[in-house]
Each structure stands twice: as C-alpha cells, then as structure tokens.
C-alpha cells in the first residue's frame, strides 16, 4: 500500500485532541474487536482492567476556573521501544510495517515489557478470561483469545490490516487510504473524527498530510507523547486549542 | 444411581484427570471447550463476514448502523456511511448491543408466574398458550365492558410499530401511555412552539462557530450525541472556516462543560433566566431585526427588560458583565446557533426556559441558514412519523390514582421499566399491586418484568423488522429501516418457545380476537415491505430502481431511504414569548441534587450491559457503581473521603452513594448519575448501586406535567462506611494534574486551514 511496490507500509495515527470529547466510543470499540476480557468490578478494584485503549482525563484548575481534557492513549507503536529488547523470548519485536508486535504463544509473562513501557499500554492477563457461553457468540474469530499469563496490547488492529490487505490482492483493487475495513476499530468508532488512521510511507494519505502540516513551522500542533524518552512513536497528537491560555509548548 | 468407572470418566469429558487439574487452577472445564458449528448453511463461508444494515434501538435516536455477521453469528457494530442522522459514526452504546443479543440472562420462551410477585418464580409455557391467555384476559374485559381497564406501557414508539401499535390499542379498546423516565415532553413541546416541529430540527454544528448550549449534554448523552459529536468534531477542527467557539450553561460539570471553551455555571432552574437576560441584551444594544423582537415580546419590551443583566444576576449566579460579553459574542458572531436541554428543561420552568433558549435562534436569525436550526421536511409516508414523546409524569400520577381506584385491571409493559424509571412518590409499584394481571413483553427481566404474571418475550432488535423516522432530524426526509441480522437466538427452542417480534404478538392476538385492526399486512413484515411500496411508488430518493424487488433490496442494503432535496421549511414566525418563573426547587436540604444521564448507562436503560458497567464515566472514570460528586474542598471540610459511603437524602427518600470528590462541582451541589440500583436486570446490574430516580420528588414542569428532576434538595450525611470505588484511574494522584501540561499539550495558535 507504500507509494512505490519497494517499500513497506508504516502504519500510524494522529489524534486530535481538540476533537476528543472523552466519550470512551473507542475503548468500547476496541474491546468488542479485539476479544477484550470483560473488565468486573474487582479487575477495577485491583486496577488491573484491560484497555487497550483509554481514555485519561487531566484537571486543571478549581472550581469555578476548571478544565478537564480527555487524551485517549494507546499503543504508540514506538520506533525505539522500550518494550522490545527486554523480553527474553522475543514474544514481542518491531514488525516491517512499523507495528509493535505480541506473539501471544510465546509470551511466558515474565511482564517486564509492561515494566518499561512508559505509556502504560501493555496489559497482562493475571486472570483466565471468562465470558458466560452465549456471549462467546461475539467473539472476533480473527482475534486470538488469549489466556492467563499473557501480555496482550493494542496491534492497530492488525486483523484487519491483514484482511484487507488480503482481500485487496484478491480482487486486484488496490487499498484506499481511510478504507473503513483496514481503520482499527477505534478510528471508524470516533464519532468526532479525533482519530485517523493510515500509511506514513505514502505521503498522499491523510495521516502524512496532517502530520506533515502539524509537524512543520510554528502554526503546526503536532506533538508526541513524552517525545524527551526518545521513543519515536508511530502516533502524532494535535494539540488541544485553548484560547485562554498562552502557548504553551511542552519542552 | 451407582457409577462405574468408565461411565464417570464419560461423563468428565473423557479426562478426569484434566478437569481435576482445571478445577484446581479455578477455571470450570467446560471454558476449554469450542463449539464449532459441524452443518452449515450453503451461503456461509466459513471465515467470510457479511455487514448488514439496520437501525439501532440502544436509545430512541436510532442511529444506522452495519453489524459484521460471521457464521451466522454477530460479530461487530459499525455506523452506516450511508444513514443520514450518523453518517458512519456511531456511540458506545450501539456497540454493547451485541450484549443485548448475547446476553446470558435473556429470556428464552414465554414464563407464566408460580411462585409470588417478585420471587422470580416461573415456569415456562408455549406461545400459543400465553397468546391465549392474553386474548382470553382482554376479551374478558371487553365483554365486561371494560376494555378500557386495560393499560399498555410502551417506550416511545415511531415508525410503522407505532402504527401497529395504535391500531391494536384502538380497536381494543385499551388504554396507552408512554414512558420515558428523563422525559423530552419539554423539549418537543418548546420546539413545537418555537418552530412548528413534530421532531427536533436538525442543528447544524458543523457549520456553526458559536454555539450556545443549555443544559443539554450533547456531547454525551442528549438526543444524539452521535450526530452532535460528529458535527461538534467538524466545528473544531473542520476546514474551510474558522474553529467554533463552545459556551456552555449548566448547573453541573458535564462532558459537554468539559469540552467546551467556556463553561458558564447557572443556579439549577435558572438557564430559561439567563437565555432571557441573554435576548434583552441584545434586543437593546445588538443587532437584532426589530420585526423579531416584537413578535417575541408582543410589541411590549418592558416585560423584557425586567431580564437585564443586573437584574438577574444574583438569582442566576453570573455576572453582568458575563451576561453581557457572551451576549455580544452571540450577536456578533457569523453563525451563532443555540441548544438546550436535559437539566434546563428538567425544572417547573422548563417549558418557558427551553422556548427563551430556542428563541435566540430567531434573534440570530438562523433558521435555515447555514450553521443554524435547519427545519425537517414532514414524513414522506402518512401516518408514519417519530416517535412522539412519553406521557407526563403528571399523567402517570393520574394512572396510579386509578389503579388505586382499581380502575385498571390488566398492565401490559413493552420496552418500558415503570417500576423503576418512576420516582417512588408516584407510588406506581405499590399501587400496581391490585392490579390483577401484569404482562411484560421485555426479552430480559427488569423490574417491572420481574413482578409479571405472564411474560411474552420478544425478540432483540437485532432480530427485527422496523422502521424509524429519526427523532434527531436530519433536515430532509429520511425513513430508516431496521432487518434482521442474524436469525433469532432462540430460534432452535422451537415455534412454540422462542421470542417473537413484539408487532406481530399484537396482530396474532388481533386475529385470535377476531379484530380486523385495518392495516395492510398480517405480519409485521408484510407490513413493511408495504410501506417500502409505497415510497417506491414517490419515484425519488435515495434509491433508484426500476423494480420494487430492486427497490427492497436496494433500501436493505442501505439500511433506509431518503430523499435530500425534499427538506423543511426557511423560515417561521417566532411566537411570542412568556417570562421565565423562577424554579420551584423541593427539600430543605443544603445541597442542589443534580442527577445526570449516565454516558454508559443513560437512563438504566444498558445496565444489563457488561461493557456498559465496565465504561469509565469520562468525568470521574468511575464504572460498576453508583457515586455522589461533591467538590473536593467542601468534602475536606467534613472529612469526606473518596469511597465514603454517602446517605442522600431528598424531601421523599433516601438513597446511599459513594463519595468522589472532584475540582469541578460546585460546592452547594452534588450530582449523582442515573443508571443503577435495579432490582432485577440480569446478572450484570441486579442489586447494584442505587436508583436516584426513586428519591425525587413530585415537581412538574408547569408547561407540560413532566417531572422536574433535576428540582431537588438534599442533604448528606457520612455513614462511616467504605467501599472502594471501582474506577479506571489510578489513586497514585487524586486528582490527576497535568501542570506543566506535557501530556495534553496547548496552543492558541490555530492551524492554517488548507
């Protein structure tokens, strides 16, 4: 899907935080592609909930002068990450689509990915998950179900990157960039549009656009994720507008 | 019975030694195993998804949407490119419908009562006797000369089944009322008034830049926040024209507070004030067409100038100068446009409040312009319209009284939950408790299904035909259709067990009365189809074709037809307008109770839902309970701690909820989310949390009868309890802070559009 057959695809996202309302559409989404266990009230209790997207939510201020913005975080998919050299089985590696990738077969859950990921978006399964019989009924056959002792994470929706890449050599019809079938879950999800999705190797798609706009010269409002770690993240945000504040750039 | 050896190892699955070894490890074996289906229908690949269109029934918005069907199965919900009210995007709720269809405690046959109400006694029966006797009961009543001692409770109802459904009640004679526990009366009433509308004229926030917003959580849980969050995302950061500027009035710090530039805090009650204040202010120094101000005053602007800024601040909390700036911002501004709703019109001045609030729309002089009200078109097909509003609460007061008076002798409930959407000062459960037959048609229980005599399930919507006119408006005419995408669940129980589609349980037991109700089909889906026939017969739309075979398939696919050069009227003559009373606010409590729609729960309506209790709410990311915000400093000040259990008590009740101090409540209030405390809702929400809707009192909107709810007093009390509260969140921090604003990181600056 790359601008030229040679090179492969590196996938990536760019969240527009002055879209995001913090509705939470998209960990609800996610949880319903990806097999997610369902996360009870003791998973919360014991703050080992599964989702491989959330939603945080920031104060600022005090009554009556307060704010409270939503940035949703997921996977950032990172170039450098911490996560990849730590594992002593390879059960997780940097694909050459730029996707951090989890092989759940060979995770021993020794969770020392988890340990370095500073966006804390790795979850293990410290439970078996369990869902009554007929709710099996919508599991997503094209997600593996993982079980205990497993560290499991948010793969862009790899599945769906598969397939449609699949069924695109199928029928001879190339790949739109923004085809609703190859978006993650999370991304077709958002009802304002806060997510987009697609190719950074091909500079006419809209992720390339607007990180090109938002990554350029002082009017740009991309920004990454606690870029100081040196992480190269595959995800772009856009910064929150707030006119009421001066600019306010993080480093 | 004696066991030999090799008959208990059968009997373990053929593994004794395994399923010991499971147990031990706590899982129960038969987690391990996977069904596979062996025999499969010719048209299913296996490993091959079809998506199919329909229309969801999470909430009375109905959004389009595709669900992916793998093997037969349900897999995955996706908004409709297509559907005209979402256009592709859809909401956590529409997702977790996949739960509704799954669910693990939905009701398989008809159930007829054993044991006493409420024991949850029941055994099951085949649908041709629960049919019977249905009919039976009524045809009593009827030779009886009571048919109308029967009631049917329904959620509200469009489409072609508010037509089966009027039919049936009309030609039996019995009774209707609609229930919806957070009423949009108000609403349909003042846009009514305001604008000449059966439904809710579509707002244009996509194009709009300044958007002025009343109470109504349109980012979360209002009307449809699918289709507001959709244009509210373009009002942002759409290209084309310069970002949106959000203010918005609440009495508490919702999402929509949250995401807005400027969040304005009014008294409870007072919203209808400050939208007045709003109107004299620039009917005296803005620009304004005089001709509009006349005909919203009635020639008299005296009455008017009673609302000027200073003369309303105290009773509203804001200040003048505040009134004033956001009055210039409105009238200056290109494209202003404004909303309200939810806590405004919860009030006895609701009605007068939401008809100020609309009514800045003609001093904006917006209708039908760009980034405005944009009014709808009338339904393309007779008869066939959304859903009108719930009866008032005032009305279902007058319902108990009779049932008292034992003028009611049959209940039948469908898509409703009285006994627990109604406060308990309506008494309806208890003094439904004479009532000799109570039927349900709910395909789960709840807590009204949970005391039926007689329960008729009826399919999930997943599993039905329908049809909707969307309730939020498009601005064109628009009829959505709802198929069936997978077959039903029960379906293998048989013909006579199973669940059936609620129309056509009316139209049989019609038959079975020998009443002929006068419409053109014996099934629901014939029905259907012919109403599809005759918009073919209009020859335009959305779908072209050159047979009605085609046509059908056509708006299958589709998911509904519409036509988007038929659209509404450009222009009304604004009515004139009352003044807005201040509220009657019930209870000698310190603090204002502020309930609120849950994002995840709505009105209790998902709680059976386990996504739905797992949803962080986005203020609090609290899940699985319910909570009592109060702000942080008040809590300090009487040692009140997160996970307190907190007793709140109203002028009728007391609920218990647990503490979450937060930055952003005002100090004499404190809010607590609709959605718990059911009695019986499925594994997943029965006896959990608390029904805050029990405890309010009986205060109506004076305009409409409906129930004031957000009219309250309360007091608070520390029971010396703690429970954790599950949220997603970590307690590392109480309240996160991003200070130097490293992970959400600001600008002023704005993008240069391309």
């Given at each position: 899907m790359a601008e030229n057959g040679q090179e492969n695809s590196k996938w990536g996202m760019v969240v527009d935080i002055d879209r995001?309302?913090?509705?939470n559409g998209c960990v609800v989404a996610c949880q319903s592609e990806n097999n997610i266990p369902i996360n009870l009230e003791e998973h919360f209790n014991q703050r080992r909930a599964i989702q491989w997207i959330r939603v945080e939510r920031y104060w600022e201020g005090e009554y009556p002068d307060v704010k409270a913005r939503f940035i949703p975080i997921m996977c950032q998919h990172c170039g450098n990450a911490p996560c990849e050299p730590v594992c002593p089985v390879y059960a997780t590696y940097h694909n050459n689509e730029g996707l951090n990738v989890q092989v759940y077969n060979r995770c021993i859950g020794t969770r020392f990915c988890a340990n370095g990921c500073p966006y804390h978006v790795r979850f293990f399964n410290f439970w078996e998950p369990q869902w009554p019989d007929s709710l099996k009924n919508q599991l997503n056959p094209d997600v593996t179900v993982r079980s205990r002792g497993v560290m499991e994470k948010c793969s862009f929706c790899i599945q769906r990157i598969r397939r449609s890449t699949r069924e695109s050599e199928r029928d001879g019809v190339e790949l739109e960039d923004g085809d609703r079938g190859l978006n993650p879950a999370c991304v077709n999800s958002c009802p304002t549009s806060a997510l987009t999705f697609g190719d950074f190797n091909n500079e006419d798609s809209q992720v390339s656009q607007m990180k090109s706009d938002a990554m350029s010269g002082e009017h740009g409002r991309g920004y990454r994720l606690m870029d100081n770690l040196g992480t190269d993240t595959n995800v772009i945000y856009l910064k929150k507008v707030d006119d009421s504040v001066g600019s306010v750039h993080g480093h | 019975m004696a066991l030999t050896r090799r008959q208990f190892l059968t009997l373990m699955g053929g593994s004794a030694g395994a399923a010991v070894f499971f147990q031990a490890c706590g899982v129960p074996e038969k987690e391990l195993l996977i069904d596979s289906p062996v025999e499969m229908p010719e048209d299913l690949v296996s490993g091959t998804d079809n998506w199919y269109a329909t229309v969801c029934r999470q909430c009375d918005t109905s959004e389009g949407i595709v669900v992916r069907v793998m093997e037969g199965r349900a897999k995955k919900v996706e908004g409709n490119v297509d559907y005209p009210v979402n256009l592709g995007k859809h909401g956590p709720r529409c997702e977790a419908g996949l739960q509704s269809l799954?669910?693990?405690?939905?009701?398989?046959a008809p159930l007829v009562r054993t044991g006493p109400r409420g024991s949850g006694e029941y055994r099951e029966i085949s649908w041709e006797d629960a049919i019977t006797r249905l009919t039976s009961q009524l045809n009593e009543l009827s030779d009886s000369g009571e048919s109308d001692r029967a009631v049917l409770v329904t959620n509200p109802v469009g489409g072609h089944l508010a037509l089966v459904i009027q039919s049936f009640t009309e030609s039996t004679g019995m009774r209707r009322f609609v229930h919806e526990p957070l009423e949009t009366s108000v609403l349909r009433k003042a846009i009514s008034e305001v604008f000449g509308q059966e439904s809710i004229p579509d707002f244009d926030i996509d194009n709009s830049d300044y958007l002025l917003s009343f109470g109504a959580d349109f980012l979360s849980t209002w009307i449809s926040p699918t289709r507001y969050s959709r244009g509210y995302g373009e009002f942002r950061q759409g290209h084309q024209r310069q970002r949106g500027r959000l203010v918005h009035v609440d009495s508490r710090f919702s999402v929509t507070a949250a995401n807005a530039d400027e969040w304005v805090r009014v008294k409870p009650g007072t919203e209808g004030i400050l939208a007045l204040s709003i109107i004299q202010v620039i009917s005296s120094e803005g620009d304004v067409d005089n001709a509009v101000v006349d005909s919203l005053t009635g020639g008299d602007i005296s009455w008017l100038n009673s609302y000027a800024p200073e003369n309303v601040s105290a009773e509203t909390g804001v200040t003048a100068e505040t009134i004033r700036r956001i009055s210039m911002e409105f009238s200056h501004s290109p494209h202003p446009l404004a909303i309200g709703g939810g806590s405004a019109s919860a009030h006895s001045n609701g009605l007068a409040a939401l008809k100020a609030v609309y009514s800045l729309n003609h001093i904006a002089g917006n209708i039908g312009a760009k980034g405005g009200i944009l009014l709808n078109p009338d339904s393309p097909l007779k008869g066939i319209s959304a859903a009108a509003p719930g009866n008032s609460f005032y009305e279902f007061q007058r319902l108990t009284e009779d049932m008292d008076a034992g003028r009611v002798k049959m209940l039948l409930v469908r898509g409703a939950d009285p006994y627990y959407g109604l406060p308990e000062v309506a008494a309806f459960k208890s003094r439904s408790a004479n009532i000799p037959l109570i039927v349900s048609f709910s395909g789960m229980m709840d807590d009204t299904t949970s005391m039926a005599d007689l329960i008729l399930p009826e399919n999930n919507y997943l599993e039905d035909w329908g049809t909707d006119v969307p309730l939020a408006g498009v601005g064109y005419q628009t009829i959505g259709f709802q198929q069936p995408v997978v077959r039903p669940f029960f379906e293998n129980r048989g013909v006579n067990l199973g669940t059936r589609n609620f129309a056509d349980v009316l139209l049989t037991a019609a038959q079975v009365m020998g009443k002929d109700i006068g419409l053109s089909g014996d099934t629901y889906k014939e029905i259907i189809v012919n109403g599809a026939k005759q918009l073919y017969d209009l020859g335009g739309g959305s779908v072209i074709a050159s047979s009605f075979e085609a046509f059908w398939n056509g708006i299958l696919q589709r998911g509904g037809w519409w036509d988007t050069k038929v659209k509404g009227p450009v222009s009304v003559t604004p009515a004139r307008l009352d003044g807005v009373p201040a509220p009657v606010i019930s209870g000698n409590g310190e603090f204002f109770l502020q309930p609120f729609a849950s994002a995840s729960l709505l009105d209790g309506r998902s709680a059976s839902l386990p996504w739905m209790q797992a949803m962080?709410?986005?203020?609090?990311?609290?899940?699985w309970q319910t909570w009592v915000e109060i702000n942080h400093r008040v809590a300090e000040e009487r040692g009140i701690k997160e996970g307190d259990v907190i007793e709140i008590s109203s002028a009728r009740g007391t609920i218990t909820a647990l503490a979450m101090p937060n930055p952003?409540?005002?100090?004499?209030t404190v809010s607590v989310p609709f959605g718990q405390g059911h009695r019986d809702a499925g594994r997943y929400a029965s006896g959990r949390g608390s029904n805050v809707l029990a405890i309010l009192d009986a205060v109506h909107d004076e305009g409409t009868g409906s129930l004031a709810w957000s009219a309250n007093k309360v007091s608070i009390r520390a029971t010396g309890d703690w429970v954790r509260v599950p949220k997603f969140e970590n307690t590392v921090s109480e309240f996160p802070r991003d200070e130097h604003n490293q992970i959400i990181e600001l600008t002023t600056e704005i993008e240069d559009n391309h």
């Open positions: 995001c309302t913090g509705c | 799954y669910h693990p405690d939905r009701i398989s962080p709410d986005p203020i609090s990311t609290a899940t952003a409540t005002p100090p004499d």
